[in-house]
């Protein structure tokens, strides 16, 4: 092969210095890559999504967008709590520093053309014309920019729900990357990443996954029922889009991305993410600091109660919140948990409740929180298996 392609580049008569080198057209930039990792760890059951996400950013990295069009833009649909508008946020924590440096447009809130005007502003001579702010002005898309990174994230977050005047105005800013305002003023898009999420076709989604391999004991899935089910999902999501937007709108989209339905494998990594996320809040908060631990019973109770397949990791969080959230900030409000105490979390009673057993620790001043002692939570584990056998006896 090497040497076919000598002989090609022999053709061209110019003087080369060295032999015809294979080059890998799948090799990621490092930062490419960094991005991937850290995007993976917190996207869960959503590959597709994130080598779409990391693919834009490659071309970004290596400078080579269009200048008249946006850097990338990408259609998310699926089921309800599968993760799309998780993905934009994630994404944008990475890149730019926080997770809401997204310029977020809740379509729900323009149904009616006349709403337009929050986007676009007013034109002159209109009532209200220099009260109006545009939502989408240059200055809050690149507010979130930073030196390193000069890219912007927009979010039309359930674009279905909007008016058809809204999806005019897209049909611009996807295919030449600008918008002009009510002022008559230009709005550059060549250096944003424009998603649009929907839950078009999520009742028929639902319908195969419940009617199809389901998730009861009485079928045991395949690896080719999956294959196929997903396949399935994709083309039903796919029709829906189909029937709801026009052919030049859907034209002027670079990637449709289906999401999978989250299985219990996955809301099990994504408890461990939002538990984590729970110790970051009291770790950042400016009340009282602790550290907390876990039992594996406490975990699969939390797992157990938010265990709904049709909603996905949303209903996982409103168990973490009401069986966890709740109780922890009852004790912090009471100040039975002072500042530097480990909490260990088990579940008692047949695994009806959690309950908190605490050890006080001086965690504070060897260092950070998270530097915490195995051994005082040893300590707390074992005073937590005592009180458990007493709670036991009480239910019985």
């Not at 918008?179 to 839950?199: A, K, Y």
């Not at 029709?239 to 030049?248: V, Y």
């Not at 969080?317 to 069986?323: L, M, T």
Request: proline letters at 3%.
């Amino acid at each position: 092969m090497i040497a076919t392609l000598d002989s090609q580049f022999n053709t061209l008569q110019v003087p080369f210095t060295s032999p015809a080198v294979l080059l890998d057209p799948e090799r990621k930039n490092l930062r490419v890559e960094h991005f991937e990792q850290m995007l993976s760890k917190l996207i869960v059951g959503q590959e597709r999504a994130v080598r779409s996400m990391s693919d834009l950013y490659q071309v970004f990295v290596a400078g080579m967008n269009q200048l008249d069009r946006p850097l990338g833009t990408l259609l998310f649909l699926g089921p309800t709590g599968s993760g799309k508008t998780r993905t934009v946020e994630a994404a944008a924590k990475i890149l730019l520093g926080e997770s809401n440096a997204v310029l977020k447009i809740d379509c729900a809130e323009f149904q009616h053309s006349h709403e337009i005007s929050k986007l676009i502003g007013s034109p002159p001579g209109y009532l209200g014309h220099r009260e109006t702010h545009p939502l989408l002005s240059q200055e809050n898309l690149d507010r979130y920019q930073t030196e390193d990174t000069k890219l912007s994230f927009v979010l039309f977050d359930e674009i279905e729900k909007a008016s058809d005047a809204l999806w005019q105005l897209l049909l611009g800013i996807l295919d030449k990357a600008t918008l002009m305002l009510g002022d008559n003023q230009h709005v550059d898009f060549s250096r944003s990443v424009i998603v649009m999420t929907s839950n078009l076709g999520a009742r028929e989604m639902s319908e195969l996954i419940f009617g199809g391999i389901g998730f009861t004991s009485a079928h045991v899935a395949t690896h080719t029922d999956l294959t196929e089910v997903e396949q399935n999902i994709y083309h039903a999501a796919m029709d829906a889009a189909r029937r709801k937007f026009s052919p030049e709108f859907m034209n002027r989209i670079d990637k449709v991305v289906v999401f999978r339905p989250l299985k219990e494998y996955h809301l099990q990594r994504i408890l461990d993410l939002e538990l984590k996320a729970v110790q970051d809040r009291i770790t950042s908060s400016a009340g009282t600091k602790f550290l907390l631990r876990y039992s594996d019973t406490a975990k699969q109770m939390l797992l157990r109660e938010g265990l709904d397949f049709r909603y996905g990791a949303r209903h996982l969080k409103r168990s973490i919140e009401r069986f966890l959230v709740y109780p922890l900030s009852n004790l912090i409000a009471t100040e039975q948990v002072q500042a530097g105490d480990v909490v260990y979390v088990d579940t008692a009673c047949e695994s009806r409740k959690l309950v908190f057993v605490k050890r006080s620790a001086d965690l504070l001043s060897a260092g950070t929180l998270e530097q915490s002692s195995a051994r005082a939570a040893l300590r707390s584990k074992r005073a937590i298996d005592r009180m458990t056998v007493v709670a036991d006896k009480k239910c019985a």
